[in-house]
Structures are given as structure tokens and as C-alpha cells.
């Protein structure tokens, strides 16, 4: 009887099926992943904390490489998502609302799922800081390809050579307003933080 019931628990978990157990084993290693670095992230870990056995995981990823690989693509999938709502979706010759509407729209983004960014974001570690590198050369090259004809169109002098300079600026200062988000949510919500952050950003940009 004893054996029934320890088992019986395990005998469902492997019904569920690969494709219906792989968002759940992933999401388990996001939160290993997030308490206590990735390189904690193993088979057994997430069986372990999944009360399932070994085998219900391996049917749903071969090895340890494959779920790691799975998970930080899958977060970076989010995070690149994220980056790109911040950018102006309107004309040409923006104005402050649409900076904050931006900004408004990536801090959501990053309070729907602060998990993908504190896994990704700025993480030195090998395994998941190229992923924070490509979100954010996209990042800058989305950002130049939408600023340079908006400073064209405002009137700003010597405008090419400040374009770099002024990029880098609009996306350091998404970069502060995630990491306050992550680290201080109790003094902003993605509304207040995205329009004092937008506007700041706009008006820098504008009087240029």
C-alpha cells in the first residue's frame, strides 16, 4: 500500500506527456535558476522540486545542455520582446507621449515576468550574458534606425554625429528603469516609473 501511494503521484506526472510537461520543467528551472545562479539548474534539481522522477524530465530534454539551452531561449524570447516596447510605434517626429507610452509598455513587460529579467539581465554569467548582449545590440540598432529620421524631422544640429551618443542614452536609461523596477517596487509601479522615465528621456533627446 505504502509503495501504491508513493508512486502513484509519478505515474501521473509521466501522463501529462513531454509536450505538456515541458513549460512546467522549464518554468522549474527558471526558479532554480533565478535563487541560485544557473549553473544549480541540473536534472535531478529540477525532478527534485517537481516531485517527479528523473525520467519524466528527460523525456521532455536529453540532458542538462539541452534544458539550459531551452530556458535561456525561451527567456530571451521575453526579453527581446520586452526591449522592443519601447519604442516608438507612431510618426516620425515623436513627442513625449510616446516616449512614455514606450517606456510605460516595457516596464509591464518586465512586472509580468521579472524572473526572464533577473535571469537575463546584466547576468555575468557565461551561460546567459550573451543573450542580455543580443537584446541589447538589437536594442541599439532598432533605436538608431527609429531616432536618426526623428532628429532629422525635430531639426537637430549635427545630428548624425550625436545619433550614437543619444541612442545610448534612450537605452541606458531603459536599462535604469528595469533595474529599478526589479530592485525597488515598492516606490514605482511601470506607470509612474515609465512617464517620469519617458518624459526625462524625451525632453533629453528633443533639446539636444
Known sequence: MGTDSATRPRQRARHLGPE????????????????DGIA?????AVADRMKVTRP?????????????????????????HGVLE??????????EA????????LLHTVSARPETWRLLYGNPD???ADSFGKGRALALERCTRRLRPTLKAWGTQDAERKLPALVELWVSAGEGAVRTILSE?????PDTLGEFVGA???RALRNA
Do not use: H, K, N
Open 200 to 202: 526625462a528621456v524625451y
Open 86 to 95: 519601447t519604442l516608438p510605434r507612431r510618426r516620425v517626429e515623436a513627442d
Open 56 to 80: 519524466v524530465v528527460y523525456a521532455c530534454f536529453a540532458d542538462r545542455v539541452e534544458l539550459i539551452e531551452s530556458l535561456i531561449r525561451r527567456e530571451e524570447d521575453y526579453l527581446v
Open 185 to 189: 517596487p515598492g516606490d514605482w509601479d
Open 126 to 128: 557565461p551561460a546567459v
Open 98 to 105: 510616446v516616449f512614455v507610452e514606450g517606456f510605460r509598455a
Open 40 to 44: 544549480a539548474v541540473t536534472i535531478a
Open 20 to 35: 505538456r510537461r515541458r513549460p512546467q520543467v522549464l518554468d522549474t528551472a527558471l526558479e532554480i535558476a533565478v535563487a
